[in-house]
């Protein structure tokens, strides 16, 4: 009888994936990375040594993926061990520490080190990139607030997760999103499936609000020249307005920014005659 029953349709092949991970030195990469795969962690330092290699089996919807975890050392003395394992990556674990202001300033210069060895015709558009803002436990030490970190990576279409290997918080949903996000890669032919990269905001948006934040009195915050009159100020108010109103941006941050310019307008206005 069996041998006459309609064959089950093929569970999907298995997949195999490599992910790296990426950071400053002592952010926590290598304790974000044993928190998910042995439930622990290390409250003592051990700087990586170069790189440490895993491997680790994951169950995502109906596929079993078999991820080789790279995990790097982020001293910049290791860098020609680490250069030559950036390439066929399809998902990078970059992580700063939140109550570390230089771990997240790092973040670009990261990304130009994996540019750089990727070469001319490496490509990173086709890499899910998830950043991790660890080590959120800290909270008296934290120094980059979540819409600033959230926007750093938003405008680039990476994921973004709150992480705290120490207490584990957000480390099991980051990394099912993240392995979600490639299995989709994956089936969509090596490339990012085009949702994952609208943001919701534009880049003027995004490049607005990081220069609103880090403006150093309300004329630079405006965008106009201490002195200006009434009329200048207003036009500015106006254009600032429109671009980040609440309803209408979508960008991390922009709320606060937004208040920031009201007040910085109502503010030049008592000084204005
Ligand atoms: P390198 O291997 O040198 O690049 O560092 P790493 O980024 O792998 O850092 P590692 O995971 O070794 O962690 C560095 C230190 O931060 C260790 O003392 C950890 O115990 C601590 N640490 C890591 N994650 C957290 C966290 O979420 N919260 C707190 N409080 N400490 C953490
Ligand atoms: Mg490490």
């Known amino acids: 009888m069996e041998a006459n029953l309609p064959k089950r349709k093929e569970t999907r092949k298995s997949l195999r994936i490599k992910v790296i991970s990426m950071g400053n ?5 290598s304790c974000i990375i044993k928190r998910y795969c ?10 990586t040594i170069g790189i440490d290699y895993g491997v ?8 079993e993926i078999k991820v080789n975890i790279f995990d790097m050392a ?6 020609e061990v680490r250069n030559e394992f950036y390439k066929d990556t399809q998902g990078v674990v970059l992580v700063y ?15 130009a080190e994996m540019k750089q060895e990727l070469g001319p015709h490496g490509n ?4 899910v990139f998830v950043v991790c803002a660890n080590k959120i436990d800290c909270t008296k030490h934290r120094c980059v607030d979540e819409s600033e970190g959230r926007l750093w ?7 973004y997760f709150e992480t705290s290997a120490q207490t584990g918080e957000g480390i099991n949903e980051m990394f099912q999103t993240f392995y979600s996000a490639i299995v989709d890669l994956c089936d969509n032919g090596g490339k990012r499936p085009t949702s994952s990269m609208s ?10 609000i990081r220069r609103i934040r880090n403006s150093k009195d309300s004329w630079d915050m405006l965008g106009v020249k201490p002195g200006a009159t009434r009329d200048e100020v207003n036009k500015a108010y106006r254009k600032l307005a429109v671009l980040l109103h609440p309803d209408k941006c979508m960008a991390p941050g922009s709320e606060d920014a937004f208040k920031a310019v009201v007040n910085a307008r109502t503010a030049l206005l008592k000084t204005i005659k």
Not at 38 to 47: G, I, Q, S
């Open 25 to 29: 030195a002592e952010v926590g990469k």
């Open 38 to 47: 042995e439930k622990r962690f290390v409250p003592k330092y051990l700087a």
């Open 56 to 63: 680790t089996k994951v169950q995502i919807r109906d596929r």
């Open 74 to 79: 982020g001293h910049p003395f290791f860098y």
């Open 97 to 111: 520490d939140v109550g570390q202001k230089e771990s997240f300033d790092a973040l670009a210069g990261w990304l």
């Open 124 to 127: 990173m558009e086709n890499i």
């Open 153 to 159: 990576a938003e405008s680039r279409g990476f994921l």
């Open 199 to 208: 943001v919701g905001f534009t880049k003027e948006q995004a490049d607005t």
